[in-house]
């Protein structure tokens, strides 16, 4: 969405600037015409490349096009900062992404790389069979807590333990949002959801499903960290954590898994804000936030190389 | 050599990549002697943790550009549809065997055509089709999979071997070097994007089903070029023959020597084996039908490969059914008398 007001705002720019009439004449002239914010951006001076320096720009591995995430939706950072990452560590025509079945299944549509849209859960398999035969490349999945934790897991577990050499992306939000709001496997105990109208029950349902730390006693996983993208401090550490799973594909040392627990405002019913803060208040209550599994002794020193 | 042997040394020999399976029987020698033998040749071998696994990793290595082929038993091949599906709908080459064992349900082990219907008529969900091979003897265990891969290839379709495990178990000579591996430039193959083109995706989405249609009409259309270049089959007497037996894989070996105890009698018959099952010799069973008798089809089934058989004949000349099921073969004499019955009671009317 805000790539698109962005063009917006500049076109007006742009036909403004060609126009002779005076620019508060006009203003003042059509008042009910012009929105509160364009009337602020017409007031301000033309920002021109020369006046000031680019410190921040899409990555070129984004897709110029408006998403279909919900506003305040995790995912559209989380494509953000994967591509940021392909973008900066140079590896754009390297790398290539699965994609899932769930709301990320359009990832293809932003992310500029080359990909396969795989079958529900199967994207670790999907993905195994890329990077076996490609070993020099660069592979992810991108997957959520339906796909990788329900109908996936057995393609989760067993990729992780072959130690196949990719990165795992896992948008962890506790529901399933492309078919609007059921009980995932990392739902919360009492969340309410479109099939657990009464709240998660223990002892029909049994307890959140931890992946993180059920893969990380995989020997097969080389690094476990759990992040969100809830505050601007945990999108630098999300980051962070992305950059590490793509760099440490090179040493062949295992599985790359990064969950990110993820807000979906539209599902938990809430605002922007309010899922945020539900974040920080109870979801990382069950799912800590840190890493989990580090590199360890003679694997520190490959690190190095690596940075 | 074994039938899954000679399969499987034949995936080497034509350039196959890759291959991913599940051990079940009776086709687990084609994984075992590829595990033994694809490390020789740098190539990748891998046994997946279920069959929905390695459709998976097919769908993944096919995507990526390369050769690559599973096999499987009935059972297992039930669970790969949903992947099979994925991969017409996203129109990627690869070869699928099913060495078919009697079913329904877990079944027996024992050889089988049961799966005819369900590696014909698409298999998994929604609009497609696979191409069909029916090998009857080890040779064309071999022989098939050079086929297979070119079609696959040639048509960025999956196709399948269609035998069973009594071909896929009984050992033959076999002979290799009649065919050479060939290779296919696949430009759409997601092997990381450079500057110098557009992004490469794979994937069986079309969210807009204005789309959709366009997509599986494309498909359709591409299924019709495989209906008239690639119809393949074997006649056998049918140059003078009354009466027509139609079977496939082992079925047809049973009937070819159902058909020279036949011409023993002083009856003419002939046989027709259809080696492609999709796409269906239709025409030429319709031509067939205009000098015969009686035509009657031989499964090891309880009646699958007959309504295709009809619908070519179309009602010109009754289309009769024997079939064996439950892991049983067909006897030759069987065979004999069915259709000697068929033709007294013909005669009777």
């Known amino acids: 969405m805000r790539s698109e007001e962005h063009t917006l705002v500049e076109e007006e720019l742009i036909s403004k600037k060609d126009e002779p009439v005076n620019k508060s004449a006009e203003i003042t002239n059509t008042p009910e015409s012009i929105t509160a914010e364009e009337h602020l951006i017409a007031e301000k001076p033309r920002c021109l490349d020369e006046d000031y320096e680019m410190v921040y720009h899409k990555p070129k591995t984004m897709v110029d096009v408006s998403m279909h995430y919900c506003p305040g939706c995790a995912h559209s950072l989380l494509h953000k900062l994967i591509m940021e990452a392909v973008d900066e560590l140079g590896i754009q025509d390297k790398t290539i992404g699965v994609a899932p079945v769930g709301c990320a299944v359009f990832a293809y549509d932003y992310m500029n790389i080359d990909m396969t849209e795989a079958a529900h859960g199967r994207a670790s398999a999907t993905a195994t069979g890329i990077k076996r035969l490609l070993p020099d490349s660069y592979v992810f999945t991108y997957q959520g807590d339906g796909d990788l934790a329900a109908i996936g897991i057995a393609e989760t577990i067993h990729t992780i333990n072959r130690g196949e050499n990719i990165a795992i992306f896992f948008m962890n939000n506790a529901v399933y949002g492309m078919t609007s709001g059921q009980m995932a496997p990392t739902s919360l105990i009492g969340m309410k959801t479109t099939t657990s109208p009464y709240g998660r029950d223990v002892h029909e349902y049994g307890e959140p499903i931890k992946v993180s730390e059920l893969i990380s006693h995989l020997p097969g996983s080389f690094y476990v960290t759990r992040q969100a993208v809830n505050s601007a401090t945990a999108v630098r550490k999300a980051k962070k954590a992305i950059m590490n799973a793509f760099k440490y594909q090179k040493l062949n040392k295992g599985t790359c898994f990064v969950e990110i627990i993820g807000n979906c405002p539209s599902n938990w019913k809430m605002t922007p804000l309010e899922a945020s803060k539900f974040i920080d208040s109870e979801m990382i209550k069950v799912f800590p936030l840190g890493d989990i599994k580090l590199p360890k002794g003679e694997d520190l020193k490959l690190l190095e190389e690596v940075k | ?349």
């Open chain 2, 1 to 349: 050599m074994k039938g899954n042997e000679a399969m499987a040394e034949a995936a080497i020999q034509a350039g196959c990549d890759a291959y991913f399976g599940y051990p079940i029987t009776p086709q687990s020698e084609v994984l075992e002697y590829l595990a033994k033998e694809m490390p020789k040749h740098g190539r990748v071998v891998l046994q997946a943790e279920s069959e929905v696994a390695s459709i998976n990793m097919i769908y993944g290595a096919a995507g990526a550009g390369f050769r690559t082929m599973t096999s499987s038993s009935s059972p297992g091949i039930s669970l790969m549809q949903e992947g099979i599906s994925y991969i017409a709908g996203a129109e990627l080459p690869c070869l699928i065997a099913n060495v078919n064992r009697a079913g329904p349900g877990l079944g027996t082990i024992q050889p089988g055509q049961g799966d005819y219907f369900q590696a014909t008529k698409g298999g998994g969900h929604g609009d497609y089709r696979l191409i069909v091979l029916a090998p009857s003897s080890v040779q064309e265990m071999a022989d098939f999979v050079f086929l297979g891969f070119d079609l696959a290839d040639k048509y960025r379709n999956p196709v399948m071997i269609l035998s069973d495990g009594a071909i896929g178990q009984m050992m033959e000579k076999v002979t290799f070097g009649k065919f050479k591996p060939k290779k296919v430039d696949k430009p759409w193959a997601t092997v990381g994007k450079p500057e110098t083109r557009e992004r490469n995706f794979i994937t069986s989405l079309h969210i807009k089903s204005e789309d959709m249609e366009k997509h599986v009409e494309h498909i359709y259309r591409k299924y019709d070029e495989v209906k008239k270049n690639e119809v393949r089959y074997e006649e056998i007497l049918t140059d003078d023959a009354e009466y027509l037996l139609a079977a496939y894989g082992l079925s047809a070996r049973i009937c070819h020597k159902a058909v020279n105890m036949l011409r023993e009698k002083g009856i003419k018959a002939g046989l027709i084996r259809p080696i492609t099952l999709f796409p269906f010799p239709e025409e030429r069973i319709n031509q067939l039908a205009d000098k015969m008798k009686i035509i009657l089809t031989v499964e090891m089934n309880t009646g699958q490969m007959v309504e295709d058989v009809r619908l070519s004949v179309n009602g010109k000349v009754p289309v009769h059914f024997f079939g064996r099921f439950g892991g049983m073969i067909p006897d030759p004499d069987e065979i004999v008398n069915k259709l000697e019955n068929l033709i007294n009671k013909n005669h009777a009317l």
